[in-house]
């Protein structure tokens, strides 16, 4: 058998949605406050669960490719338009710290029952609506220094994919580290039974934490 | 009424298992997991009720309407599904809860107000970049694509930068 299949039928990509769904919510990314506690530094679960999923499927995407399962090439590569996607990924940032979710997030924050998402998602269409209305003059910065299409950090830097995954696994190392020792000083890792109380309140800091010299906190 | 929910997943542990549903995704369908695409045909599907001229004419809506059915589509299906599993997972582990979720400080109505206007910010920056979190940020950079680290520096940047601003909305 060779893959990619190429299914695009109903029963797999409803299956896959519930498979992702679960992964989501299990994480905790039905909840806004544990999502955004990653822009305090108090939580680094969407950094730790985004990392590694990348990293994984990345691997195995890899592995498909040298053992002869997966043709080269053969997946959907997204095509570098730096204008447009640096900009709207800011844009996304910026209306993640704000807003609570992204819009995969803000699915999973409507089925554990939160009103904000439901708005949310309001938000996020009148969005779309109003990039539609404004499309022409948008226009230029949509198409604007298109690069290689499908280009991968491999192909840029002229670097083999193993090198690329063993240097993303050494960041992540890093990044965990460091994100682990950020979480205890700011007050740890947000919980279920923090973001499920009837009233918000501030939980109370965990020992050893110094929540209370950050000033404006 | 509610009992104790149940903790949340180690991240590490989530994350592999996400990693093993994006990878499935891609051996399956070609394709990676993506959501704000589904966005894009909500509004073009209300938009075709309530200003159907306009919508048809736009050059960025138009093309879903003239294709007919605007929500038919691998997309939707798939949300569909990720609203199905988010809810089954909330429900068993106990962490469904009816409510506004935000920081202490904020009135339910504010906070409401926020979460509209992040949402207009997302829905416009998703339609601009051509993804969003899942589709780029995930997707993308399991590829490594470098459209997808481009996505996920100026993600996180941003929102690093606003929290900077917004933080008293959060904590």
């Known amino acids: ?217 | 009424m509610h009992g104790a929910p149940h903790p949340y997943w180690n991240p590490l542990i989530a994350g592999v298992i996400l990693g093993l549903v994006l990878l499935a995704t891609f051996l399956l369908t070609g394709h990676g997991l993506g959501a704000s695409g589904v966005t894009a045909r909500v509004a073009a599907t209300l938009g075709s009720w309530i200003l159907p001229e306009a919508t048809s004419a736009n050059a960025y809506l138009g093309g879903y309407v003239k294709a007919g059915a605007p929500l038919a589509g691998w997309i939707t299906w798939e949300v569909l599904g990720v609203i199905l599993g988010g809810l089954m997972g909330s429900v068993v582990n106990r962490r469904f809860r009816l409510k506004v979720e935000g920081g202490p400080r904020l009135t339910p109505g504010r906070r409401l107000a926020t979460a509209f206007a992040g949402g207009i910010l997302v829905g416009f920056g998703a339609s601009l970049a051509r993804g969003c979190t899942s589709g780029l940020g995930l997707s993308g950079s399991a590829t490594l694509a470098v459209a997808g680290f481009v996505f996920l520096i100026a993600f996180f940047a941003a929102g690093f930068l606003v929290m900077r601003l917004a933080r008293r909305a959060w904590t």
Do not use: H, N
Request: aromatic share 12%; glycine share 16%.
């Open chain 1, 1 to 217: 058998m060779s893959f990619p299949l190429y299914d695009g039928g109903f029963w797999t990509a409803l299956g896959l949605g519930v498979l992702f769904g679960l992964a989501l919510e299990g994480a905790g990314f039905g909840s806004a406050r544990k999502l955004t506690a990653q822009f305090t530094l108090r939580d680094f679960a969407v950094v730790k669960v985004m990392f590694t999923a990348v990293i994984v499927a990345a691997a195995g995407l890899w592995l498909a490719e040298v053992s002869g399962l997966m043709a080269p090439r053969s997946v959907f590569i997204p095509t570098l338009f730096v204008w447009a996607i640096a900009g709207g990924g800011a844009l996304i940032g910026a209306g993640f710290a704000l807003g609570g979710y992204c819009p995969g997030t803000s699915a999973v924050g409507l089925a554990s029952g939160r009103w904000d998402a439901l708005v949310f998602i309001a938000g996020m269409v009148a969005g779309v609506a109003l990039f539609a209305w404004g499309f022409e003059a948008i226009s230029p910065l949509y198409w604007a220094a298109a690069g290689p299409k499908g280009q991968t950090l491999g192909e840029l830097l002229g670097i083999p994919a193993p090198a690329i995954l063993i240097a993303m696994i050494a960041m992540a190392a890093g990044l965990f580290w460091l994100g682990g020792r950020l979480e205890r000083r700011f007050g740890g890792p947000i919980g279920a039974a923090d973001v499920t109380r009837a009233s918000e309140g501030t939980p109370p800091a965990k020992p050893g934490a110094r929540r209370e010299s950050l000033g404006s906190a």
